[in-house]
């Protein structure tokens, strides 16, 4: 079975920076090539549903974002490394989330109800 792992969060201060990334990982990675398809980043908060945050397309050329995050966050990916990453600038409180990857539909739909373990992000003071 292969998974998305996210990894690369952690505690910021407000107004600072993070990088997260995910990559495929598991059995049979080789023939799991995440080049074919539009990858998402999903964030939930504590007692709130999970939200889009980005929905990048296999290409790289097309990227949605949430309303919340246009002009803080930048998705991107290597297909080199198989790899997606989401850049998160001028971090805000209300960013504080459990942020997972997964594979997206355009705008910011999850295309799957699966999730990994995810990757904590807390922003404070």
């Known amino acids: 079975q292969v998974h998305l792992v996210e990894s690369g969060g952690g505690l910021v201060q407000p107004g600072g920076s993070l990088r997260l990334s995910c990559a495929a990982s598991?059995?049979?990675?080789?023939?799991?090539?995440?080049?074919?398809?539009?990858i998402g980043w999903f964030r939930q908060a504590p007692g709130k549903e999970r939200e889009g945050v980005s929905c990048?397309?296999?290409?790289?050329?097309?990227?949605n974002y949430g309303n919340s995050v246009k002009g803080r966050f930048i998705a991107s990916r290597d297909n080199a490394k198989n790899t997606v990453y989401l850049q998160m600038n001028r971090l805000k409180p209300e960013d504080t989330g459990v942020y997972y990857c997964?594979?997206?539909?355009?705008?910011?739909?999850?295309?799957?109800?699966?999730w990994g373990q995810g990757t904590q992000v807390t922003v404070s003071s």
């Open positions: 997964a594979l997206c539909l355009p705008p910011l739909l999850p295309r799957y109800d699966s």
């Open positions: 598991g059995e049979s990675l080789d023939h799991y090539d995440m080049t074919h398809y539009a």
């Open positions: 990048i397309s296999s290409a790289g050329d097309l990227v």
